[in-house]
Every structure is written in structure tokens, then in C-alpha cells.
């Protein structure tokens, strides 16, 4: 191991043992923690909020290591927030922690590893890698509960060989325990569950601020036609959502559609949820492509099951998804994540739910 690793702080127990295990493995162990909001008043998870830059600060001077603090804010709102707007906007239905780690988070430790001379970045995800140079492999994590591979898909070998997981092989349990033992305080720290710029998880309040034109009352329709109801903007609904629909119905309805042109939204029942064909962009694999047709693992939410499927390239660089189980509602704009076994092959982001075959 390189004799000196920078290691992501978020300010919760995760990043701060896996700092306390690289210190341990007796490195030079150089904490780091982004700032990603440019004032949040309190601690949403890891953009870097006062309370989580304390916390982070905290662990590092209880372990004996160095602590500092990047501003990022201007890249993170170019990159992550006005896509997430953009993209709810559109009716589609991004993944905002895929896309800081690929275009914010690994990309800017990366670069103040190879400032600083050190040899490798360490982060608290739940992820594993094996193999030797040139043929790194990206596996899920021991816990399955805590497995975040789904989110890590886009590390390529140049990244994989610069990245460690120290919390790969233990469990969230072990994690916490651990934490204890060495006496830092975010052993019990609680989890932040939703996406960290938005506090108290209403994404639709932030993109009716920022995009109010989107929001536009319609109908809301089923399949055939019928008229069950009004809406107050497409926005507001993501494929496969059953809560907030305000339909009175005997059985369960869940949104199955939007139709942009007709701003209309489409209810059903769950069968007419199910998909089995998807066409997926930004696709980029760990190691190598898989041969046309190949049989893989696909998984289309984060935590959602891992389904067989046969993928092959189309024009354009997009891949075609034959999922030979049919999936919930996969939804535009969510990455779907290409597994053999316990490996990651790599993945991409959803762009077109294609026509079922009948």
C-alpha cells in the first residue's frame, strides 16, 4: 500500500472508520472532507454542512490525522443540482448520488491525491475491490443491506486501481462497534436517508422553485382513456409512484405514464407497472464490455433486485436491456447497473422504456 492515502470525510461512522482502518494499516492517513452547499444551516448527510465539517474535524484529531476542507459548491450545483432540476423537469427521474460520485466526488479526490503524492483515495462506501494491476474488479460488499456498488459503476480501472474500501468485508453493525471501540463520536450517529440537498426529502418543492413552468395542471387518466382526476404537475410523480395520487379506487392505482404533449398523467393497476425492454445511455463498464447478447444481473434502483437480462450494443454507444423477468417501473433518468455475480461490469442511465413485445 502507498505510504500516504487521502480519505473522503463526510463526517459520519462510515467514512470515519474507514479512516481509523487506514491509519491503523500504518499509512499517512490525510482526511478531506467537500464542501458542496454553499450554506446549509445543519447536517443532511455529505455536502459538507457545518455540523458534518465539525464532526469529520472531530474524528480526524482523535485519530492523529490531518484535516481539510475542499469547496466544491460551484461544481456540485453545475453538475448534480440543475441536472436533478432539469432532468424532474423533463419527467425523468435522476439519481443524484450516481452522478456526484462520477462527476464530482472520486474525480476531485483523485486529483488531490495525485497533488499531494498520495497513492490512493479512501472513501466509507460499502464496496469491494480484488485483482491485480490492469485487472481490477469492483464486487458488491459483504453486507448486502449496505452494498452502495449500485452508485460506484462508473469507476473505470484507472479509478479502481486508485480506490480503497476499507468497510468492504464488515457489516454496519461491525462499523458502529468499531467506532465505539475507538471512542469516536459518530458511532451512533444516525444515517441521513435523503438526498442531502434537499432537507426533508421534498424534491418537488425545490424543482417547482427552480423550474415553476413545469408544473402544470391536467389530467390524470387510465390507460383506456378514463378520466379519474386532476394533477398539479407532471413533475410532482415518478413512474411506479402509488402514494399522493388523491384517486379514490377499490384497488391500488400506480403512475404507469406522463405524456408530456397531453400533460396527462396515466394510473393503472401494478401488472401494467411491469417492463422488460430498456435502452440505457452514459453506459461505461469497469474492465470490458460484454460479448453481444450476454446474459448479466441487472439492477434498475438502488436496492432494487437483481434481475437476469441479455444486453447488447446499439448505434449511438446506447445499450439494449431484455430483462428476462419483468421489473417494477424502471424510470428514465435511473441507472441500471450490470452485475455478473457479486461483479460489477459497469452501467448507465436509463433513457427509453421501449415497447413490450407481445
Known amino acids: 500500500m502507498t505510504a500516504r492515502v487521502v480519505v473522503a470525510m463526510s463526517g459520519g461512522v462510515d467514512s470515519s472508520v474507514a479512516a481509523a482502518l487506514v491509519a491503523e494499516s500504518g499509512v499517512e492517513a490525510v482526511g478531506v472532507t467537500l464542501k458542496l452547499l454553499p450554506g446549509s444551516p445543519t447536517g443532511y448527510g455529505c455536502c459538507g454542512s457545518p455540523e458534518d465539517m465539525a464532526d469529520a474535524k472531530r474524528v480526524c484529531e482523535k485519530l492523529g490525522i490531518s484535516h481539510y476542507v475542499v469547496d466544491l459548491a460551484d461544481v456540485f450545483e453545475r453538475t448534480v443540482i440543475e441536472p436533478f432540476v432539469s432532468d424532474y423537469a423533463a419527467l ?11 462527476s464530482v466526488k472520486f474525480g476531485a479526490f483523485l486529483r488531490l491525491a495525485e497533488a499531494w503524492k498520495a497513492g490512493a483515495v479512501a472513501t466509507g462506501h460499502y464496496a469491494r475491490v480484488e485483482g491485480r494491476p490492469g485487472e481490477r474488479r469492483l464486487l458488491r460488499a459483504a453486507d448486502e443491506a449496505k452494498d452502495q456498488t449500485y452508485f460506484l459503476h462508473s469507476l473505470g480501472q484507472a479509478e479502481l486501481e486508485r480506490s480503497l474500501f476499507p468497510l468492504g468485508a464488515l457489516t454496519k453493525p461491525e462499523v458502529r462497534e468499531r467506532a465505539r471501540a475507538l471512542g469516536l463520536h459518530t458511532a451512533d450517529k444516525p444515517e441521513s436517508m435523503e438526498v442531502c440537498f434537499v432537507p426533508g426529502g421534498d424534491y418537488r418543492a425545490l424543482v417547482r422553485e427552480r423550474a415553476p413552468a413545469a408544473f402544470a395542471p391536467g389530467a390524470v387518466r387510465s ?14 410523480f415518478t413512474l411506479g409512484q402509488r402514494r399522493g395520487l388523491r384517486l379514490s379506487s377499490p384497488d391500488p392505482l400506480y403512475v404507469t405514464g406522463m405524456d408530456a404533449e397531453t400533460n396527462t398523467l396515466v394510473v393503472g393497476g401494478a401488472d401494467e407497472t411491469l417492463r422488460s425492454r430498456l435502452l440505457v445511455e452514459r453506459v461505461s463498464w469497469t474492465s470490458r464490455a460484454p460479448e453481444p447478447d450476454s446474459e448479466v444481473l441487472v439492477r434498475a434502483r438502488h436496492r432494487g433486485r437483481l434481475t437476469p437480462a441479455r444486453v447488447a450494443a446499439e448505434a449511438g454507444g446506447r445499450w439494449r436491456v431484455e430483462l428476462l423477468e419483468p421489473l417494477h417501473a424502471p424510470a428514465p433518468g435511473q441507472a441500471a447497473v450490470f452485475y455478473a455475480a457479486d461483479e460489477v461490469l459497469g452501467g448507465g442511465t436509463i433513457c427509453t422504456i421501449l415497447p413490450e413485445v407481445r
Open 92 to 102: 425523468r427521474t435522476p439519481n443524484p448520488c450516481v452522478e456526484c460520485n462520477r
Open 223 to 236: 390507460a383506456d382513456g378514463k378520466d379519474l382526476g386532476r394533477h398539479e404537475g407532471l413533475p410532482g
